[in-house]
């Protein structure tokens, strides 16, 4: 195999200038969003690794989540997907895992063999098979009753059961900064994104004490600035 002292200067520099151009014409990843739908923990995942991607707005307005272009990439129907390097995957967290597995020294994902990562597995799976469904609900009754009546009554219900998620989650925050160990993990932006759509609530994720703390460092994140201006969300109330 040919080691890289075989390579003259001026061959290494063109190869170099190729390689930059070729990732100015296709970015390594393309993430279908919306405006802080599921799409936001990837965005800010993303951001957070600061490698080169491109945003494609799905036209949620126009049901083009439902278009066949968009089914044959995600037969799900929803938001968002990743297309890495043409290999296409949905569901949130499993993107969010993906990227983070795929850039192993950005530490968002424990290692094999840590028990943070059973860990990490655990609030994962709670923040999106518990919360994020719970919400799903929260914002449309209507999918879940044939009762008319009933939507206001589905509404108050799990307002009320989300709040004593957020209340359980504001119990693990306590004296700490992330939800895993010492550093931030995906689970740390899953978690923001969640808190971002309950935000409405009598008693927001902003009023718990551990949570309005945790939430606000995590803030004055650059990725999560970045990704706020773009997806045009104010992060005044975190301040
Ligand atoms: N579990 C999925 C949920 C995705 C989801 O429901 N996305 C919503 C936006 S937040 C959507 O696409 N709704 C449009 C639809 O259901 O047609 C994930 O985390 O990716």
Redesign the pocket.
């Known amino acids: 195999m040919a080691s890289l002292n075989h390579y003259s200067q001026p061959l290494l520099s063109l190869l170099f200038g190729r390689y930059k151009q070729h990732q100015k014409e296709c970015s390594l990843y393309q993430l279908y969003y919306?405006p802080l739908?599921?799409s936001m923990a990837p965005h800010f995942v993303l951001e957070e690794l600061k490698v080169d991607f491109e945003l494609i707005t799905v036209d949620?307005k126009n049901?083009a989540?439902?278009s066949s272009d968009y089914l044959a990439l995600n037969p799900?129907?929803?938001?968002?997907t990743l297309i890495d390097d043409g290999f296409a995957i949905?569901?949130?967290?499993a993107i969010c895992i993906h990227l983070a597995e795929a850039h192993p020294y950005s530490n968002l994902i424990p290692q094999v063999g840590d028990k943070n990562r059973t860990l990490f597995f655990q609030w994962m799976m709670y923040l999106?098979n518990t919360v994020?469904a719970e919400l799903?609900v929260y914002f449309y009754p209507q999918k879940h009753t044939t009762d008319v009546n009933a939507v206001e009554s589905i509404i108050e219900a799990q307002e009320s059961r989300i709040t004593d998620m957020f209340k359980l989650l504001d119990h693990e925050i306590k004296n700490k900064d992330f939800l895993i160990g010492n550093s931030i993990s995906t689970c740390d932006y899953f978690l923001f994104m969640l808190a971002v759509w309950a935000d409405e609530f009598k008693h927001p994720p902003l009023a718990f004490s551990n949570l309005s703390r945790y939430l606000r460092k995590l803030a004055k994140r650059e990725a999560i600035i970045n990704v706020c201006k773009k997806e045009n969300l104010s992060l005044i109330d975190y301040q």
């Open positions: 919306y739908n599921a949620r049901n989540q439902k799900a129907g929803r938001i968002p949905f569901e949130s967290p999106t994020q799903m």
